[in-house]
Antibody, heavy 126, light 107 residues
Framework: QLQLQESGPGLVKPSETLSLTCTVS??????????WGWIRQPPGKGLEWIGS???????SYNPSLESRVTISVDTSKNQFSLKLTSVTAADTAVYYC??????????????????WGKGTTVTVSS | DIQMTQSPSSLSASVGDRVTITCRAS??????LNWYQQKPGKAPELLIY???SLQSGVPSRFSGGGSGTDFTLTISSLQSEDFATYYC?????????FGQGTKVEIK
């Protein structure tokens, strides 16, 4: 059974860079069927999609964060990573890594996040 | 960005009740709509994808419907383990966006 596990510092200072890694176990990150991504949830608030990456390195980012976000993949370690620069208190959130799956039916491809990590809390504070 | 609006924001219901949550998109998204359930302190879990397809392992009391701009998530007979927050999410175009959530509480 595929599992995702986030890791990284729980406390980051304002203006510094948030760095998280997601380790994929029970399956290969190099599968052609999936994308991998990050979603965050500020305390007491809703969910925000940050971005996605394919094992080849192709990425897609939320325009609201694109200038500060980099998602990368390391197929040799079965991991993908998130870097968010110039953080502020507004970046305080639970960060989830996810697998994005596609189901093709006729002329349409339906995308959805079917596997989630447990989440890791990142607090931005001096 | 496509805005997703859920209603109600919260509801109180009893075990055994039929519950319906609505999600409206700011533009047509065909059937590119997913539903997730989140319990306190836990990650969201996928319930429904492509508006009406039940994710493997999800109880059949959950069902989804709709297309275009208006969608529903229905729980046919609410169970104690269903008290949670539910989110809709569009996968029609990036950035993927979520509704603000609907919290289902015990009456």
């Amino acid at each position: 059974q595929l599992q995702l596990q986030e890791s990284g510092p729980g406390l980051v200072k304002p203006s510094e860079t948030l760095s998280l890694t997601c380790t994929v176990s029970g399956g290969s990150i190099s599968s052609s069927s999936y994308y991998w991504g990050w979603i965050r949830q500020p305390p007491g608030k809703g969910l925000e999609w940050i971005g996605s990456i394919y094992y080849s390195g192709s990425t897609s980012y939320n325009p609201s964060l694109e200038s500060r976000v980099t998602i990368s993949v390391d197929t040799s370690k079965n991991q993908f990573s998130l870097k968010l620069t110039s953080v502020t208190a507004a970046d305080t959130a639970v960060y989830y890594c996810v697998r994005r799956r596609v189901t093709a039916t006729g002329m349409f491809n339906y995308y959805y996040m079917d596997v989630w990590g447990k989440g890791t809390t990142v607090t931005v504070s001096s | 960005d496509i805005q997703m609006t859920q209603s109600p924001s919260s509801l109180s219901a009893s075990v055994g009740d039929r519950v319906t949550i609505t999600c409206r998109a700011s533009q047509s998204i065909s059937s590119f709509l997913n539903w997730y359930q989140q319990k306190p302190g836990k990650a969201p879990e996928l319930l429904i994808y492509a508006a009406s397809s039940l994710q493997s392992g999800v109880p059949s009391r959950f069902s989804g419907g709709g297309s275009g701009t208006d969608f529903t998530l229905t729980i046919s007979s609410l169970q104690s383990e269903d008290f949670a927050t539910y989110y809709c999410q569009q996968s029609y175009s990036t950035p993927w966006t979520f509704g603000q959530g609907t919290k289902v509480e015990i009456k």
